[in-house]
């Protein structure tokens, strides 16, 4: 397990100094994820095997047991730090600020629009281009906060949105 713990470290270090976050490449958060899963069932069979050693009345053993286990709960604790940090970065929030802030702003000031023609062809053509130039504006903000949405359960485990329901809403709302 530790080995696993130090490779697992050093990978999410990679992904993390290299902007690679969970959403750019599922198949590898989901087989992590599982990884995770598994680890934390066995820490909690070897508490397990800890009581029943100290239940037979084998102290010793089963207090440097504890004391391995401990450990093991401190580095994974760090690793899982490292793995939250993978699932969702830190600027997630500003850029779907921005995105809202955007949105927001067009819908408020859609009312200025000049209209010159009555031509149904002309307005189409005038609406496609604004449009097209308000994709290309928001399309990399909006492709990132679509590539999270993606694991809104696992933001809610990691309590990195403390108010999820509200996120979603929120975020079907804009988009």
């Not at 050093?10 to 959403?23: C, E, P």
């Not at 050693?53 to 391995?68: C, F, T």
Request: charged content about 30%.
């Amino acid at each position: 397990m530790t080995n696993w713990m130090s490779d697992i470290s050093d990978l999410l270090q990679k992904r993390i100094d290299a902007d690679v976050v969970a959403g750019d490449v599922p198949e590898e958060y989901d087989s992590l994820k599982e990884e995770f899963k598994q680890n934390e069932e066995m820490l909690a069979e070897l508490e397990t095997f800890a009581a029943d050693l100290e239940s037979e009345g084998n102290m010793e053993a089963s207090s440097r047991l504890h004391e391995q286990i401990e450990l093991l709960k401190k580095h994974y604790g760090d690793v899982s730090v490292k793995f939250r940090k993978f699932q969702r970065p830190a600027d997630f929030e500003p850029k779907f600020s921005r995105v809202k802030r955007d949105l927001d702003h067009i819908g408020e000031h859609i009312h200025l629009v000049e209209v010159r023609s009555e031509d149904p062809v002309d307005l189409q053509e005038k609406l496609d281009i604004c449009v097209v130039r308000i994709q290309v504006s928001l399309k990399p903000s909006v492709s990132y906060i679509y590539a999270y949405n993606e694991y809104p359960k696992d933001f809610c485990f990691c309590n990195q949105s403390q108010q999820p329901n509200q996120f979603a809403m929120s975020n079907d709302t804009i988009l």
